[in-house]
Structure formats: structure tokens, C-alpha cells
Nanobody, 122 residues
Framework: VQLQASGGGLVQTGGSLRLSCTVSVSGRTFESLLLGWFRQAPGTEREFVAAISWSGTFYADLAKGRFRISRDNAAKTMYLQMNRLKPEDTAAYYC????????????????WGQGTQVTVSS
């Protein structure tokens, strides 16, 4: 499984960005994957942002009401629509996947993409 994140950039406070994560995986395996977004700012630990399974979504408190996660199974792509961005949202954003959906939403991800940088100016 390979993941490729894109869509980061520089945006002003209050602006929006949509991140994409394209997943290279064979057959219909993509549909069964649990996919997540994480972020990491310099000098901080990586933190969970949001995740999506075939049947539902889960958000960290930092994302509730501002971010929306979605997926397109035909395109094997996951998205993160980020609205009302704040300077504290500045970070490298990573997408990740795992095949086991019984180990919770926020941990034990198996595969990771490279980060895409999001910078929110004040």
C-alpha cells in the first residue's frame, strides 16, 4: 500500500484548503481500509486529526466543526476539507491507512504517506 498526500499550501487565517490522499492498492482492498489524517508541527508530537472507514467517520476535537473527511472509493482517494483555518493548524499533514478496523480510530496505522505542508498566516 502506498499513499500520496497533496494539496497543502499557504493560506490566510479563515481560509480553506482541501487535502487529497491517493492510495495505491490492488483490487477492492481500498474499500475496506480505514484511512486517517494526522498532523505534526515542528517540535511537537504527531496528532490525530480525522479518520474514515467504509461506514463512518471520527474527528479529533481540533477538527470538529471545521474539517470534513471524505473518500472516493472509485478514485481510491481520501480528502480532508479544512475550513476556517487558524495559525495553530500550521503543520505537516500525513495520511495513513490500516486494514484492521477493530483497533480504534486513532492508532496502529500500518502505512503512511509523505507529509504535505499547510501554513496558515495570521
Amino acid at each position: 500500500v502506498q499513499l500520496q498526500a497533496s494539496g497543502g499550501g499557504l493560506v490566510q487565517t479563515g481560509g480553506s484548503l482541501r487535502l487529497s490522499c491517493t492510495v495505491s492498492v490492488s483490487g477492492r482492498t481500498f474499500e475496506s481500509l480505514l484511512l486517517g489524517w494526522f498532523r505534526q508541527a515542528p517540535g511537537t508530537e504527531r496528532e490525530f486529526v480525522a479518520a474514515i472507514s467504509w461506514s463512518g467517520t471520527f474527528y479529533a476535537d481540533l477538527a470538529k466543526g471545521r474539517f470534513r473527511i471524505s473518500r472516493d472509493n472509485a478514485a481510491k482517494t481520501m480528502y480532508l476539507q479544512m475550513n476556517r483555518l487558524k495559525p495553530e493548524d500550521t503543520a505537516a499533514y500525513y495520511c495513513a491507512s490500516k486494514s484492521r478496523t477493530t483497533t480504534g480510530w486513532t492508532m496502529y496505522y500500518e502505512y503512511w504517506g509523505q507529509g504535505t505542508q499547510v501554513t496558515v498566516s495570521s
